[in-house]
């Protein structure tokens, strides 16, 4: 007899919405023995089968649903399944946009709460950030080798979310030889990127589009790149035919990425600057200099890690607004950003706004925008929504 779940009267209309989280105040009682991401079935108060879900004692979020079909087993083949279709609803944007580096598999949006895969060029990096995730690794991994066989397959699950779900941080090459540096291509611009040491899963994926909208501005401009990481909104900028370009970062080795970025792309190398400092201190110094440009970029690191400090998160994105602001000549552009899922999106740009008010500049936004393609929001989960930005022109 399978383990189960029992909801309190009323928990479950999340589920009948298809929502793939049950928290522990909306779980009455449990039947069976249950280990970490042990796979549950979850019934109604009244005995109704409602969803298969992994099961995560030490989390708030105490069960994440696999799946909302009775009939559907949770083997080896539910998880190719899984990844077969999500590798199918790329398939046209992978060839539209030329892309050997793109997010393969979108956790909840992709129906596999806590995995996340990215492919660069012949390296998948894995990030198993549940207990039910953790516990299937190796039904994951031969998923991947049947729908990639000549593919390296790398874990990446140093974050502190695993903390969470009692699960230790882990790096580890579950398959093949993973290369120091791998070059990826999207749009035309070729990027670097280290899957073992890396950002993320070893690049932000998810900024894509967002670069490409952002060069569209750059042409003949003098371009701030603010918190650039491995430069490549400068090189886009550059390809599109910036005057110069300014990258700012606190990362040596990762403004000599940059650099590199810009000489694989042929890109004139005398047309930027790659600055190692502080950015939130280089704004203030550059406003108290009398710097101008004609666009900035802000992209900041996540500033919101809970709720609780989400009021400190829209200060600092404040802070850097304005200062950008007044950096900007009459009519520059500024494309900023927020990673922090917690951070709404109507409250980010009211911060923009307010930002405007407090440097005496009047701000139009232009476009707003989110996460590429590859990276999904399933309709039922709207948590899958963090990414946000505008693109203003400050008059």
């Not at 023995?33 to 969803?51: C, I, Q």
């Not at 399944?81 to 060839?95: D, F, H, K, M, S």
Request: aromatic residues 8%.
């Amino acid at each position: 007899m399978s383990s189960t779940l029992i909801l309190h009267p009323e928990r479950e209309k999340s589920l009948l919405r298809r929502h793939p989280w049950i928290f522990a105040s909306a779980i009455k009682s449990q039947k069976g023995r249950m280990r970490p991401g042990d796979t549950v079935d979850v019934l109604s108060h009244e005995g109704k089968w409602l969803a298969r879900a992994a099961w995560s004692p030490q989390s708030q979020i105490q069960a994440r649903v696999w799946t909302f079909e009775q009939t559907e087993v949770v083997d080896n083949g539910f998880f190719l399944r899984r990844i077969e279709t999500a590798l199918q609803g790329r398939q046209e944007l992978i060839a539209r946009q030329g892309l050997t580096g793109y997010r393969l598999v979108a956790a909840e949006s992709d129906g596999l709460p806590g995995v996340t895969i990215d492919k660069y060029d012949n390296v998948l990096v894995c990030q198993l950030l549940s207990a039910g995730a953790d516990k299937h690794r190796d039904k994951i991994v031969w998923a991947l080798q049947k729908c990639f066989p000549d593919c390296a397959i790398l874990e990446r699950s140093d974050v502190a979310v695993r903390q969470k779900e009692g699960l230790e941080p882990l790096v580890q090459v579950l398959h093949g030889e993973v290369p120091e540096e791998v070059v990826i291509e999207e749009n035309g611009v070729k990027i670097l990127v280290n899957p073992m040491t890396g950002h993320k899963t070893g690049f932000y994926l998810d900024q894509r589009d967002n670069r490409a909208i952002a060069g569209r501005y750059a042409e003949n401009k003098d371009v701030l790149n603010c918190f650039c990481y491995t430069g490549t909104f400068g090189s886009y900028a550059l390809a599109a035919g910036a005057k110069h370009v300014t990258n700012l970062d606190v990362s040596e080795p990762a403004l000599a990425i940059a650099k590199r970025n810009v000489e694989i792309n042929g890109l004139d190398l005398s047309r930027c600057d790659f600055i190692q400092v502080d950015v939130f201190q280089a704004l203030r110094d550059y406003v108290q200099q009398g710097r101008q440009f004609d666009q900035i970029i802000l992209d900041p690191p996540k500033f919101v890690d809970s709720k609780a400090t989400l009021n400190r998160a829209c200060r600092g994105y404040k802070d850097i607004n304005l200062h950008a602001m007044q950096l900007l000549r009459p009519g520059g552009i500024l494309c900023t950003f927020s990673c922090s899922g917690l951070m709404p999106t109507d409250l980010f740009h009211k911060v923009v706004a307010d930002a405007a008010l407090d440097a005496g500049r009047q701000v139009q936004f232009l476009e707003r925008l989110g996460q590429a393609a590859d990276h999904p929001v399933a309709s039922s989960y709207p948590e899958g929504f963090y990414l946000k930005g505008l693109v203003c022109r400050v008059i």
